[in-house]
């Protein structure tokens, strides 16, 4: 476990109640991201995110996980697979929800004193990411949100997964292809763009 989080998980064993908002603010970026993406902001992503959090402190005597947030993200995953498997499906072109959230991967391209138009490209081409990201299986989507949102090695995405790291490796190469072929026409007009 990584410095801060065994500290704060100390704390609040030793019963410093603010420690525990100090570790879900540490994660509470990359965990939601996780939790909203492969719900596709459905299935109320806050009452996962509460229901990790919870199980958090209901079992944290007995937490003997080296990598705190693998272990956050393995009882994520398997909150929204439980859930997944009880719900009965549900269409919904346009979630709410997915309007109203921050688009992450638009966050992460830096605003370079972007013009108005390239900043309605910019904004039109993050949608259009987490449009074919949602589109990926469930396997891969996971792999690729817990890569990209929570930045985890493969060694922890595989445990998480219960398989093994060359499937985890496997699994992103997939997803990888799947979005590349999914905004290849996106690519080529940045390319052109940039030429």
């Given at each position: ?110 605003d370079k004193g972007l013009t108005t138009p390239a900043q309605i490209d910019a904004k039109t081409l993050g949608e259009q990411i987490v449009a074919a990201v949602r589109t990926l299986p469930d ?9 990209t949102e929570a930045d985890l090695p493969f060694k922890e995405i595989a445990k998480i997964q219960g398989t093994s790291i060359n499937t985890a490796l496997a699994r992103m190469q997939y997803a ?20």
């Amino acid at each position: 476990m990584e410095e801060p989080e065994r500290e704060l998980l100390a704390r609040y064993r030793a019963g410093d109640a603010s420690a525990l908002g100090e570790l879900v603010e540490l994660f509470r970026r990359p965990l939601f991201g996780f939790i909203f993406r492969m719900t596709d902001g459905r299935d109320d992503p806050d009452d996962i995110f509460q229901e990790v959090w919870l199980r958090v402190i209901k079992h944290q005597a007995r937490y003997t996980h080296k990598n705190f947030k693998s272990w956050l993200f393995r009882i994520a995953q398997n909150l929204v697979i439980d859930r997944a498997r009880k719900q009965k499906p549900i269409v919904d072109l346009q979630s709410s929800a997915m309007r109203e959230e921050e688009n992450v991967f638009e966050t992460r391209i830096e605003d370079k004193g972007l013009t108005t138009p390239a900043q309605i490209d910019a904004k039109t081409l993050g949608e259009q990411i987490v449009a074919a990201v949602r589109t990926l299986p469930d396997d891969q989507r996971a792999v690729f949100l817990m890569r990209t949102e929570a930045d985890l090695p493969f060694k922890e995405i595989a445990k998480i997964q219960g398989t093994s790291i060359n499937t985890a490796l496997a699994r992103m190469q997939y997803a990888l292809a799947k979005l590349r072929d999914a905004l290849k026409s996106e690519y080529h007009e940045l390319q052109g763009t940039t030429s």
